[in-house]
């Protein structure tokens, strides 16, 4: 059966787990771990069945529950969330979507995280020629509904080579281009949750499409992809 909800049983797990956040506790709890992550992967490849109906997708994965320390000063081993990610498909399609399940804190997300240079340089000299179109599309109703505004870290000035008193400076001292819209424990309960994920993410779609746009031509707007 496809699971298009998150079970009360999981919040109770990841509660308990924020709580016994070490490895005897996890290692003796291993056997209720692997029932709920297996409850959260149905509820992922449920999301993917149905993003596939509006979206190209490439794959969805859950992510690990065990922390990379190496370089933390927090050495807790487990996250206190579970989450994953659904890819979208060809060099044509950009931007990624995230799911996050944390009591009291869970989120859908999408966007662009980690932007590489050249990226991050490519959609800065097209706000920077013309930030209409972004605007348009991040000030429109739906999208001001959904996600309230753009989020994501800033620079504190200017990057460099652009003026600090550009017009557009708001936008481009954004190093992450990121959307949020959060959801209470008792919406992701609801059996409508993976319904309502989709329509989340659909109202992306304009964003997602001016940025694909944009990464995928160069600054004459010609094609750099196949």
Not at 35 to 42: G, S
Not at 163 to 185: C, G, I, M, N, S
């Amino acid at each position: 059966m496809k699971l298009t909800h998150i079970p009360t049983s999981t919040l109770k797990f990841i509660k308990t787990l924020q709580k016994n956040n070490n490895r005897d506790w996890f290692n003796e709890n291993k056997p209720r771990y692997q029932e709920e992550i297996e409850l959260f992967k149905n509820f992922a490849s449920t999301l993917n069945d149905e993003m596939s109906k509006i979206d190209l997708i490439e794959k969805h994965k859950t992510h690990r529950i065990y922390r990379d320390t190496r370089f933390s000063k927090d050495k807790t081993p487990y996250k206190n969330h579970l989450s994953g990610s659904l890819v979208r498909a060809t060099a044509k399609l950009r931007g990624g979507y995230y799911f996050h399940i944390e009591p009291g804190n869970s989120f859908v997300a999408g966007g662009f995280w980690a932007p590489n240079s050249p990226d991050l340089k490519r959609i800065r000299e097209e706000i920077a020629i013309d930030d209409k179109p972004l605007r348009k599309i991040i000030k429109s109703a739906s999208f001001k509904k959904m996600f309230g505004t753009l989020e994501g870290d800033k620079l504190k000035t200017a990057p460099r080579g652009f003026e600090k008193d550009h017009p557009a400076v708001d936008l481009l001292r954004h190093k992450q281009f990121v959307v949020y819209r959060k959801f209470t424990d008792k919406e992701i309960k609801d059996p409508k949750f993976v319904k309502e994920v989709v329509k989340t993410y659909k109202t992306m779609h304009p964003f997602f499409n001016y940025m694909s746009e944009v990464l995928t031509t160069d600054s004459n707007g010609v094609s750099i992809v196949d």
